[in-house]
């Protein structure tokens, strides 16, 4: 796998109504969550790095990603995540990209390296996680944003069955989640969810 060229890219297009405030900037270890996600993907070898905005391009944080980093808006509003991942799979300039929401805290690169080691050209790679696909931490093809394209313009919004349908046609397979690799899947989705260090 470390012989192909990647693009990666981070969905921060959310509107965060359920934390209150833009999660983008919630701080980690002393870094926002947008920055260090763009880390995480530098350190996983992606030599071309996307933002997704959403459609409003209204995140405070995007202010703070640096060049080269290219950041692209939703085609439309209000599309869930898929809109995202359909937008930078559309403007990836390599065939495989890997794909992680913004707000996943405990994630770190030698996971998305060990996601990549299974990935090949044309075929990506999504977590299976208690019987759940995760995709929002994902390897796609570049090639699946037709798909995404077609089922937008349905109104078929989830992520999961884009995942299914990619399965059953061969361009996406399954990784079963360690026990021990569980722990990158903790989301920050409410204020609850925040430890006791980060600011409320």
């Not at 405030?21 to 701080?27: E, H, M, T």
């Not at 763009?38 to 640096?66: I, K, M």
């Not at 290219?70 to 937008?87: C, H, T």
């Amino acid at each position: 796998m470390s012989t192909l060229v990647l693009s990666g890219a981070v969905l921060a297009g959310g509107r965060s109504t359920r934390m209150g405030r833009d999660k983008a900037s919630l701080i980690v270890h002393g870094e926002p969550l947008l920055l260090r996600q763009l880390r995480l993907l530098a350190e996983a070898g992606c030599a071309d790095r996307l933002v997704s905005s959403g459609a409003s391009a209204s995140c405070p944080a995007l202010a703070l990603v640096p060049d080269p980093v290219r950041i692209v808006a939703d085609r439309s509003a209000d599309a869930g995540p898929l809109a995202g991942l359909e937008r930078v799979l559309s403007e990836a300039r390599h065939q495989i990209v890997i794909v992680i929401a913004v707000d996943l805290p405990a994630l770190d690169a030698g996971f998305l390296r060990a996601l990549l080691a299974d990935a090949r050209p044309g075929v990506g790679i999504v977590p299976l996680r208690n019987g759940q696909h995760e995709p929002l931490v994902a390897v796609y093809p570049r090639a699946a944003a037709a798909e995404a394209l077609a089922r937008l313009g349905r109104g078929e919004f989830a992520l999961r069955p884009f995942v299914q349908a990619g399965i059953a046609a061969g361009w996406m397979q399954e990784r079963p989640v360690a026990a021990d690799e569980d722990r990158f899947f903790t989301h920050w989705n409410r204020p609850e969810d925040l430890p006791p260090a980060q600011p409320h």
